[in-house]
C-alpha cells in the first residue's frame, strides 16, 4: 500500500475506532488501525499525527449527528461555566472538547481545578448536592509514577473534574494531542468566548438554565439526608432509611433492569420519611411532584397497600381499582421488594450509582 494511502487509512481507521468508543486513546488506536490494516511493521512515518485524527473524528461525529452536535455543544460549553461558576473558588479552567468544539456524542466536561485539599472540592459539591465519584488514578510517565486525582459528576453532561496542586496554577500543561500548551479558560475567559461565539446574552443563557430541574439532582437532595433517619428496629432491622431504599432498588434492579419509572419507585418510596414520618407517602409525593412520571407516583401512592393485599385486610372495592391498573403486578414486585430490603448487614451499591443507572436509562 502506496505511504499516503496507508496512513489515511490508519487514520480513518483509529478516528473509527475512536469515535464508536472500541479505543479511548490515540496510541492504542492508532497501533490497533496499523495492525489491521498492514501485516508487518508500519514506520512511524506512516503513522497519522493525533491532529489528523481528531479531525476525522470530528467528521464522523458531523455525519452521524449532525447539527444535534452543534446543539449538544452549547448546551455543554453552558453547562461547563455552570460548574466552573459554582467552584470558583478553586480557580476553574476548562480544556478538551468542550471549550475547542470537538465534541461527539459521550464527549466530558473536561475541567481543571487547583486544591490543596480534595476533600474541600468534594465538601463544595456536596453542598450543592451534586452526586459525584473520586477516583485516584496510577499513570507511568519517563519512569516515574505519578497519582492524578478526578472528580466525576453526572450531570446534565459527565464533567470530569481534575484536581492540582495550587502550585501547578500558573504550569503550562501539554496536549496529548497536538504537544502544544493546551487551550484553557479561566471563567471571565470562557464568557467573553462565549459572548463573541454565539453573540447570546450570557446571563439570561444561565439563568435558564439554572430554572431546568435536573430530577436525579432533586432524587439526591431527598434521598441523602435519609442515611441519618432511622426506623423501629422490629420492622426494619436493617436500620436507617437510606440502606433501606438502596436495598429495594438493588432487588428492582434485579428484576427489571430496564424500567426507570419502577427502578425509580423502588428508590424513592420512602423519602417522605425524612420530610414527615407520620404521613410519609403524602408528603414524599408533594416532594416529588413534577419530577418523578405519574407512573412512578403511582407506585410511590399505593406501595403500603401492598401489606394490606398480603395480610387480606385490604377492602375489595379499593383492591378491584389497583387491579386494574396495568401496574398492578409492578406494584405487588415493589411491595415484595420493599419487604425484602430489610436485611442487616447485607452489601449494597451507593447513592450515586443507582441514581447514575436512573440517569442512563432516561436519557438512553
Not at 386494574?324 to 420493599?338: F, I, M, V, W
Request: hydrophobic share 35%; with cysteine; aromatic share 8%.
Amino acid at each position: 500500500m502506496e505511504p499516503n494511502k496507508l496512513r489515511r487509512g490508519i487514520a480513518h481507521e483509529a478516528a473509527r475506532l475512536l469515535y464508536f468508543r472500541e479505543e479511548s486513546e490515540y496510541y492504542r488506536a492508532k497501533q490497533k488501525a496499523a495492525r489491521r490494516l498492514c501485516q508487518g511493521w508500519v514506520k512511524p512515518a506512516d503513522l497519522p499525527t493525533n491532529c489528523e485524527i481528531r479531525d476525522l473524528v470530528q467528521s464522523f461525529a458531523r455525519i452521524h449527528e449532525g447539527q444535534t452536535r452543534l446543539d449538544a455543544l452549547l448546551d455543554m460549553r453552558l453547562t461547563g461555566l455552570r460548574m466552573m461558576r459554582r467552584l470558583a473558588k478553586f480557580s476553574p479552567r476548562i480544556i478538551g472538547s468542550v471549550l475547542t468544539g470537538h465534541v461527539r456524542e459521550g464527549s466530558d466536561i473536561d475541567l481543571h481545578l487547583f486544591s490543596d485539599s480534595v476533600e474541600a472540592v468534594s465538601l463544595a459539591l456536596e453542598a450543592d448536592l451534586i452526586p459525584h465519584d473520586v477516583e485516584r488514578k496510577q499513570v507511568r510517565k519517563s519512569g516515574e509514577n505519578h497519582t492524578y486525582v478526578h472528580i466525576h459528576v453526572q450531570e446534565k453532561y459527565p464533567v470530569e473534574l481534575t484536581i492540582y496542586p495550587m502550585s501547578l496554577k500558573s504550569y503550562g500543561f501539554k496536549s496529548s494531542i497536538t504537544g502544544k500548551a493546551i487551550e484553557k479558560a479561566s471563567i471571565a475567559e470562557f464568557e467573553q468566548f462565549l459572548e463573541r461565539e454565539y453573540q447570546l446574552p450570557i446571563e439570561e443563557s444561565m439563568e435558564q438554565l439554572e430554572n431546568e430541574l435536573d430530577p436525579y439532582q432533586v432524587y439526591y437532595g431527598l434521598l441523602l439526608p435519609l442515611e441519618n433517619v432511622k426506623q423501629q428496629p422490629k420492622h426494619h432491622p436493617e436500620g436507617d432509611v437510606l440502606y433501606h431504599s438502596l436495598q429495594v432498588f438493588e432487588l428492582a434492579y434485579e428484576e427489571l433492569p430496564y424500567d426507570e419509572e419502577f427502578l425509580a419507585a423502588a428508590l424513592l418510596h420512602d423519602v417522605g420519611k425524612g420530610i414527615e414520618p407520620t404521613n410519609h407517602v403524602l408528603a414524599g409525593l408533594e416532594a416529588l411532584e413534577g419530577v418523578i412520571t405519574p407512573r412512578t407516583a403511582w407506585l410511590i401512592a399505593h406501595h403500603m397497600d401492598v401489606h394490606k393485599i398480603v395480610d387480606g385486610t385490604i377492602g375489595s372495592r379499593h383492591h378491584q381499582r389497583l387491579r386494574a391498573n396495568e401496574s398492578y403486578d409492578e406494584l405487588l414486585l415493589l411491595g415484595r421488594c420493599d419487604r425484602g430490603g430489610r436485611v442487616p448487614g447485607i452489601e449494597t451499591r451507593r447513592l450515586e450509582e443507582a441514581i447514575d443507572i436512573l440517569r442512563e436509562l432516561g436519557t438512553s
